[in-house]
């Protein structure tokens, strides 16, 4: 394969620095280091995926080059797996909010779980879509100590009793995880269907069924109280203990931490050239941020933006390297 990826210079925290883990994010990432370069990619979920995994992770995606009529978590699964072996890491959780020149590269100020951080970088991929993704607002009556909108690390509710309010895909996948990591979980909805694939649908059927978890659907919240939250289930009111409550429904996307930053903006778009550059040098935009693309808001667009950006921004942070990269098919990862 290409040589390893040297050294960092002591003052940078990745080569390039792609915002968003979305399909163009993922790809921007892999050919980045595919040249030889580290990379960090920051997402403000806590998963990759972007729009596929937090809005359709169950629907099956068409338009992909080789993987025909996929699920689109498959799709996001097979690109983190292209990874492998790479000077990625994945920083979940994690939004970016401020850019800032740093010599010849960039800082970006970001909040996440962990409190503010600021990344070091020689160039930034931007790959947001259409913003980060972040949790809908909780409209419920009543207090209760620790309500949430968004699911933490599973291990961190282990033993605790869990309540979680939502048909999403998100709500299946976080009733099973959080069973998983030894959480008591109680999972709800107004309807008696919930959303995701068929894997999990089946194992949420089953794990319902051994009694890991139990499943209250149809049912209405009527509100959270200090020790959990009251239901009506088939018309008759129920009290269900929590320590935790999740309330889980989507999520809507948010560009204004992007939108101070000088880019030109149209709209919601930023102006690029062919190779994916922005006004500001090092910096790059893929995807449906791309004002390039225009309506083309396809993720096979997305792809080839991602390549030509990441071969660019590769050249930009050491232009001993040449833009183009080859055929892959010459070359081979050990």
Known sequence: MNAPAPALPAERDADVLVIGAGPAGLHAAFYAAWRGLNVTVLDARHEPGGQLTALYPDRRVYDVPGLPATP???????????????????????????????GDGWRVGTTGADGPRTFRTGAVILAAGLGALLPREARVPGTHPDVRTDVPDPARLAGRRVLIVGGVPQATRAALELAQAGAQVTLTHRRAGFRGSPAELDALSEAGRSGQ??????????NVTPTGAALTVDGQPRDVPADTVLILNGYLPDLNPLQSWP?????????????????????FVVGDLAASGQDFKLISVGLAQAAVAANHAAHHVRPELRVRPGHSSEKRLS
């Open 72 to 102: 689109a978590a498959d799709v996001i699964a097979a690109l983190v797996r292209q990874l492998d072996g790479l000077p990625v890491r994945l920083r979940p959780g994690t939004l970016a909010r401020t850019l800032e020149p740093d």
């Open 263 to 283: 880019l030109q903006w149209q709209g919601e778009y930023v102006p690029d050239g062919p190779d994916g550059r922005t006004a500001l040098p090092g910096v």
């Open 213 to 222: 978890l139990t499943v209250l659907a149809p049912a209405v919240l009527l």
